[in-house]
């Protein structure tokens, strides 16, 4: 459940290894949502001229539901979701059978774990890992870490793809703009509010985050106070090295289980474009955003990239 905001929003950037909470002022006359006893929508006119990156960090991540207790510390430190959908292998588009991705921040690290449909014979499970500044790809979950149990393959070129996927998720998109700094800016192009700020390292590279501030949900409490959630991510373009790649976001909702409810928004639809090509379009079926236990370590052998 989200709480009522003081004036000082403290968001965990998590990112690399400095976990240490960041701070940031927020306008006082801005409160996130609370328990409401009715919600609309609205639309707004677009603003005329740029935010600025205090406050229009603070509704996204609020939107997103990152923030809790009375100090508004963002929460969210892992996520696991799962889905189908297709996914680009080998220049081919396949079909997606079963699609479990799990994120640490702090790491940070995230495992792709998936099954996809062959032409002729039985699915082929591909499971790919990324940890800090380290890249491998598993025959299982946990391959390699127990002597016998599966094996594992290094992959050192992939290390920053899979890295810009961790920071290019919603939440990821927060915490790296966020962590970024003094060196984050908001634009207002065309009507339309962007945040742009650089990868975290090791990453060498740029993002630029859409933002849809005009489609609004307004919470009205039962004592008549009205409270508007704005600031939804609908689309991230990195450029790492030269390859650019769009990833955007649709459907927003929490689906975690029914009676396992967080409040923490996840996209229902998840695209990502690179060079006329679409590498992955995932429908997300079933979340976890309460903090799973999520864990990718180094198998020997596969270190020092």
Known sequence: MRTKVLTVLSLVGLVCSDASAQYMVHPDEFLPSLPATDTEQKTVAPPTVAPDVESTLYKAADFLGMLRRRDNIDAVLTVDYQGTGTTMIGGQSRTL?????????DVPAMRADFTVAEPAGEPSRHVEVVAGETAWNESEPGAGLVPGQGVTTAAPDQVADRLSQIWT???????AAVAAGANTTVTLEDGVVYVNFPLPAPLMGTAKARLNTTDVTVHTLDNGDQFEITNRIESVVTDVGGVVTETT?????????????SD????????RLR???TLLDLTVTLTNTYNPYVIMPVPPGVGGQ
């Not at 998720?169 to 915490?175: A, F, T, W, Y």
């Open 169 to 175: 998720l919603p939440h990821g998109v927060v915490k």
């Open 264 to 271: 923490v928004m996840f996209p229902g639809r998840i695209v």
């Open 97 to 105: 059978e079963s699609y479990r991705g799990t994120v640490r921040y």
């Open 249 to 261: 976001f649709s459907d927003y909702g929490d689906r975690n289980e029914a009676d396992y409810k």
């Open 275 to 277: 060079g006329g090509d």
